[in-house]
């Protein structure tokens, strides 16, 4: 309601003459000389003066979301531009700019009573100027021909019961009858079909345990009881993005859609192949996106337009964040804990937490607030025996005796299986890296990779 009544006069400030002056030449990279989101402010005032909240979207629409402690000390001026000498021309101008208003656009402004609002203002403040904010930037965007005009024609939707049939079909076809590809399906299994109900809930299952695709299968089932408009994957690195990108556009796209179009890749490296798949992922209207959780939160916690104008595209999602107690540092945690509770709760959001080491939070007094129950959906004998299986499976070897780059290179190579060499620094696993190549011969050579943060793998 407060976007509603805010929407068609939040621009009603570049009718002022001054501005129209600006307006009216060709060069439109010139600034207006009133801040013409103080006439809307003014508007609203004068037909509605509680109207704060309508007030506040058309104040914050380009210069971002003030602090209210300090607004409310401003009384009459609450959310008036800062200027007196604006404030003066605009009080002036402010019936001719009502009455031209009317006359070009017509009807009745909408009004409405603010009481009191339940719940979280924070959070409610940040979607309302989400929708304004998204809603004119968009039609800027296309006036000036810079924004696809047909966009509902290439915004997909989630589809999640077909999405999750293609995806059983892409895990079936993995498997073999090796124990820890029994323990995967199963995993898989457990997670597809759980029946945990709570808008919270916890995953602490090992790395290893095909996380990957068994929480999708959950998300999408969650997605389809709750019929989720999209849904968020929340990741702690750009590789580890980029690996789970590939796998969910191989087992998630439809027939006849464009991978790049459905499972949006959100970081500062990613690539797009065309101005449709940056708009969707840029804008969170793929229906599932795969980011950082720095871009993530960051989102969340901006008071910015730029930044906030896609966060409406949040409420309705399941949300998984890997690595959940490790997304933020420790001191920012009983803030997002409470982003994560508002959304569960006021904006119909399905929150999960995975790790292949949970630290349940939720449980410290220090952290939060509210104890909260979040039930996991693996259940602890599964855990157990994955648990158990990671550890048999991977060895920690040791040889204390000094070793030349010669005998390491031979120590290595007798071991039997995969076998991960960790150097101290990037040179020296440079120059191990090259003594194994050379160890094994050139035909051979495609055994040994090398990986540095300073280099693409070889």
């Known amino acids: 309601a407060s976007v509603e009544m805010a929407s068609p006069v939040h621009d009603i400030g570049k009718l002022c003459k001054e501005n129209q002056k600006v307006l009216h030449q060709k060069d439109n990279n010139i600034s207006l000389p009133l801040h013409h989101q103080d006439a809307g402010v003014a508007f609203l005032k004068k037909i509605q003066k509680d109207s704060l909240y309508s007030q506040l979207a058309v104040s914050a629409h380009h210069s971002g979301l003030p602090d209210i402690g300090l607004e409310g000390q401003r009384q009459e001026n609450c959310f008036r531009d800062q200027n007196k000498e604006t404030r003066d021309k605009v009080n002036v101008e402010i019936d001719r700019l ?26 409610l403040f940040r979607m309302m100027l989400s929708c304004l904010v998204d809603a004119d930037h968009t039609d800027t965007a296309r006036h000036y021909r810079k924004f696809p005009q047909e966009q509902d024609v290439y915004v997909p939707k989630l589809r999640a019961k077909e999405r999750l049939e293609r995806l059983d079909k892409y895990v079936g076809g993995l498997g073999d009858k090796s124990v820890r590809s029994q323990l995967r399906t199963e995993m898989y299994r457990v997670c597809r079909d759980s029946t945990v109900e709570a808008n ?13 695709t068994a929480l999708m299968a959950y998300a999408l089932q969650q997605a389809i009881l709750r019929k989720s408009r999209r849904i968020f994957v929340v990741l702690p690195f750009t590789n580890i993005i980029r690996q789970s990108v590939g796998v969910y556009r191989k087992a998630l796209c439809l027939p006849g859609e464009n991978p790049e179009n459905v499972v949006a890749e959100l970081h500062h490296r990613a690539d797009f192949e065309n101005e449709e798949a940056r708009a969707l992922t840029a804008q969170w209207k793929a229906p599932i996106v795969v ?4 871009a993530f939160f ?9 930044t906030l104008r896609r966060l409406h595209e949040l409420p309705g999602s399941v949300i998984l964040v890997d690595e959940a107690h490790a997304a933020l540092p420790v001191k920012l945690l009983p803030t997002a804990w409470h982003w994560m509770q508002v959304l569960a709760d006021e904006w119909s959001c399905h929150w999960i937490l995975a790790s292949g080491s949970l630290v349940e939070f939720w449980r ?18 599964l855990r157990t025996r994955l648990m158990q299986y990671e550890t048999n ?36 696993a440079a120059v191990i890296a090259e003594d194994m190549r050379a160890y094994y011969g050139e035909s051979q050579a495609c055994k040994v990779m090398h990986l540095s943060t300073a280099l693409e793998a070889r």
């Open 98 to 123: 009502a009455a031209l208003h009317q006359q070009l656009v017509g009807g009745e402004v909408s009004t409405f009573r603010v009481d009191s609002v339940r719940g979280d203002k924070g959070i």
């Open 200 to 212: 919270i809930v916890a995953c602490n299952s090992p790395v290893g345990s095909a996380k990957t």
């Open 291 to 294: 980011t950082t959780a720095v």
């Open 298 to 306: 960051e989102t969340m916690a901006s008071s910015m337009p730029a």
């Open 364 to 381: 410290l007094e220090e952290l939060s607030e509210t104890q909260r129950m979040v039930p996991q959906i693996v259940n602890m004998e």
């Open 393 to 428: 499976r991977i060895k920690f070897l040791c040889k204390p005796e000094p070793l030349d780059r010669a005998q390491l290179v031979k120590w290595v190579a007798s071991v039997p299986g995969p076998r991960l060499v960790i150097m101290n620094t990037v040179q020296s």
